[in-house]
């Protein structure tokens, strides 16, 4: 993905909002990453604690809800999140990249990771940022999804940009995913645990799906200042609504899933 694109992507929260949105309200099963990194991390609520790729900080909004009493560092490379961040007391938000972590050696007890490392040119380099800034005997906890999470509406809304000429050289390339972390995590964690969880998006009218294609267009080279984005988007919504007008009835059924992978400083 070009820095134009993922800097785009990330310019305004809102549809990384609705894409979070819409995984809580149409999930097959309950949907809570945030439940499961904190099942897979067990905090006393203490910790020094960064999550990198913050994005909104939703996360760090809840364990301060919570009662968090150790330091929460919020870093994340778009301005936007990072505003977004520094909006909720008790975060320290910090502009900064996965790959060169504005933090010494050895600071946190503590670090997160979720939905971004696959957006990382070079993850090792990241990873190997994580194990450099977390104590010895810290943890790290890492999220990213399956190969072929959200792969049917991903691919209909890849063929709405097709349709415009934007092709998979347009499209974002997701840089590591649930089958790849593993090892990659080991080569530098040694030990890595995985929590695994399986599920699907299910749509039973048109008007969610739509709004979830929508926050996927950028993705697919379909930038917000786009000529054509007005267009692709009319076409892609016409399309959404065929599909349920043709098939009475039926549901939009998407599979996806991620992992939780934990390692140790
Ligand atoms: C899919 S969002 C996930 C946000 C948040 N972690 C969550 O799960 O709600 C990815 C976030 O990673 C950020 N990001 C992308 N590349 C990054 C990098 N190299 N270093 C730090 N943050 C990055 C984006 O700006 C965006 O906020």
Not at 75 to 87: K, L, N, Q, R, Y
Not at 139 to 147: G, I
């Amino acid at each position: 993905m070009s820095n134009h694109r993922l800097d785009a992507e990330y310019a305004d929260p809102m549809p990384l909002q609705v894409r979070i949105d819409t995984h809580q309200r149409y999930s097959e099963k309950p949907d809570d990453p945030i439940a499961d990194v904190l099942a897979a991390i067990e905090l006393t609520g203490t910790e020094h604690l960064a999550d990198i790729g913050c994005g909104d900080a939703r996360f760090l909004a809840c364990l301060a809800a919570a009662g968090h009493r150790g330091t929460l560092v919020g870093v994340d490379t778009a301005p936007a999140m990072v505003a977004a961040a520094a909006a909720i007391p008790q975060v320290t938000a910090v502009l900064g990249a996965a790959e060169r972590i504005p933090f010494d050696d050895n600071t946190f007890d503590v670090l997160t990771a979720r939905h971004m490392l696959y957006h990382v040119p070079e993850p090792t380099t990241a990873l190997t940022e994580f194990r450099r800034t977390v104590k010895p005997g810290g943890t790290v906890a890492v999220v990213v999804n399956h190969p072929t999470n959200c792969a049917r509406t991903a691919e209909l809304v890849a063929a709405h940009a097709a349709s415009y000429g934007l092709t998979a050289a347009h499209a974002e390339h997701f840089t590591v995913d649930s089958g790849t972390l593993p090892a990659m995590m080991s080569e530098i964690f040694g030990m890595v645990q995985i929590y695994r969880t399986d599920s699907a998006l299910v749509f039973d009218r048109p008007a969610p799906l739509a709004r979830f294609a929508e926050a996927l267009l950028t993705f697919h080279g379909v930038t917000p200042d786009h000529p054509h984005r007005q267009a692709i988007l009319a076409d892609l919504r016409a399309d959404i609504e065929d599909w349920f007008t043709y098939h009475p009835g039926a549901s939009w059924r998407d599979p996806k899933g991620y992992i939780v992978a934990t390692a140790t400083g």
